[in-house]
């Protein structure tokens, strides 16, 4: 039977760098958008995979849909806005470590759940709602509520929720409100997906496991915290799981690494994978693109 997996967020213009040189390549990326792109290539061809965000009407704004139709990743609930374009971020890197800069305060994405309607009309018929803190932080309250109440409509449609985390303060006025709607964000999904370094940094928790329990204390029911090379820590109800990561190769650029896990693990725990076998496949795919340049590498 055929399944439909919807991804909900801000894909952006990527100036990442292309040589030594210090020239760059512009492509197409973002956390949500990373996620569907591997996704696309690990699920079966049953499975659709969608993408729900807004973009403009210009030559940019087309370009970046005709690249999702390109990778086969569904584009009929993107909205468009004629007053808008996308937003454009660059990668600076330094031993495989990158930063950011961002133009994206006006971007067309950050008017994806104002019509409460088409954003309904787009996860109808959903079996994961996948979307980030990163969706969260580019919306205003009114659009995160909306956004909210829509998964909570799909949710008790049958649709299954999964939320990463992915705590950017540079989005929000400051790291309380971060934190308060990340919180409330999770007690809406069902499978949350942080990162242990951001989660310390911000709410304090002192392990990995203190995260795992602070996000099923909020309501999901699985909840797989990324740690970088250390161990995976997994918390499925009331059971904590340690399993080991895969160390990279080499480390060349560090862009989607939580995405490209995020794309692994998912791929394998919704087709049946047990829960060691799915880490494993998060963990193995992230190694595989940490070692190549940019957010979406292909897999072929």
Same mark, same amino acid.
């Given at each position: 039977?055929?399944?439909?997996?919807?991804?909900?967020?801000?894909?952006?213009?990527?100036?990442? /760098?292309?040589?030594?040189?210090?020239?760059?390549?512009?492509?197409?990326?973002?956390?949500?958008?990373?996620?569907?792109?591997?996704?696309?290539?690990?699920?079966?061809?049953?499975?659709?995979?969608?993408?729900?965000?807004?973009?403009?009407?210009?030559?940019?704004?087309?370009?970046?849909?005709?690249? =999702?139709?390109?990778?086969?990743?569904?584009?009929?609930?993107?909205?468009?806005?004629?007053?808008?374009?996308?937003?454009?971020?660059?990668?600076?890197?330094?031993?495989?470590?990158?930063? $950011?800069?961002?133009?994206?305060?006006?971007?067309?994405?950050?008017? =994806?759940?104002?019509?409460?309607?088409? =954003?309904?009309?787009?996860?109808?018929?959903?079996?994961?709602?996948?979307?980030?803190?990163?969706?969260?932080?580019?919306?205003?309250?009114?659009?995160?509520?909306?956004?909210?109440?829509?998964?909570?409509?799909?949710?008790?449609?049958?649709?299954?929720?999964? $939320?990463?985390?992915?705590?950017?303060?540079?989005?929000? /006025?400051?790291?309380?409100?971060?934190?308060?709607?990340?919180?409330?964000?999770?007690?809406?999904?069902?499978? !949350?997906? /942080?990162?242990?370094?951001?989660?310390?940094?911000?709410?304090?928790?002192?392990?990995?496991?203190?995260?795992?329990?602070?996000?099923?204390?909020?309501?999901?029911?699985?909840?797989? !915290?990324?740690?970088?090379?250390?161990?995976?820590?997994?918390?499925?109800?009331?059971?904590?799981?340690?399993?080991?990561? !895969?160390?990279?190769?080499?480390?060349?650029?560090?862009?989607?690494?939580?995405?490209?896990?995020?794309?692994?693990?998912?791929?394998?725990?919704?087709?049946?994978?047990?829960?060691?076998?799915?880490?494993?496949?998060?963990?193995?795919?992230?190694?595989? !693109?940490?070692?190549?340049?940019?957010?979406?590498?292909?897999?072929?």
């Amino acid at each position: 039977m055929a399944a439909r997996f919807v991804s909900i967020g801000e894909c952006m213009v990527e100036m990442a /760098p292309a040589e030594m040189d210090g020239t760059f390549r512009m492509g197409f990326a973002g956390d949500t958008c990373n996620t569907a792109f591997y996704l696309r290539q690990l699920l079966p061809n049953d499975w659709d995979v969608d993408y729900v965000t807004a973009i403009g009407c210009d030559r940019l704004s087309n370009g970046l849909r005709d690249f =999702l139709d390109g990778c086969g990743i569904g584009t009929s609930s993107i909205m468009r806005r004629d007053d808008r374009t996308l937003g454009l971020y660059l990668i600076e890197l330094q031993d495989g470590e990158r930063s $950011f800069a961002y133009w994206r305060s006006s971007s067309a994405a950050r008017t =994806l759940a104002e019509d409460r309607q088409a =954003l309904m009309d787009a996860l109808a018929g959903a079996d994961i709602v996948y979307f980030s803190g990163i969706t969260l932080g580019i919306l205003d309250a009114s659009s995160r509520a909306t956004l909210l109440d829509c998964a909570d409509e799909a949710r008790s449609n049958g649709a299954r929720i999964v $939320f990463d985390s992915n705590l950017r303060p540079a989005l929000w /006025p400051d790291a309380e409100a971060m934190c308060a709607a990340v919180s409330a964000a999770a007690g809406h999904s069902d499978i !949350v997906l /942080p990162s242990f370094d951001d989660e310390a940094r911000f709410f304090g928790d002192a392990d990995p496991e203190a995260t795992a329990g602070r996000y099923a204390d909020a309501g999901a029911s699985l909840v797989v !915290v990324k740690n970088g090379e250390a161990e995976i820590v997994v918390r499925e109800g009331d059971a904590v799981t340690r399993y080991p990561s !895969v160390p990279a190769e080499k480390i060349v650029d560090t862009t989607a690494a939580g995405d490209s896990f995020n794309a692994g693990f998912l791929a394998a725990h919704l087709t049946g994978a047990d829960l060691g076998a799915a880490v494993a496949r998060g963990a193995e795919l992230a190694a595989r !693109v940490i070692a190549r340049r940019g957010a979406m590498v292909d897999l072929a």
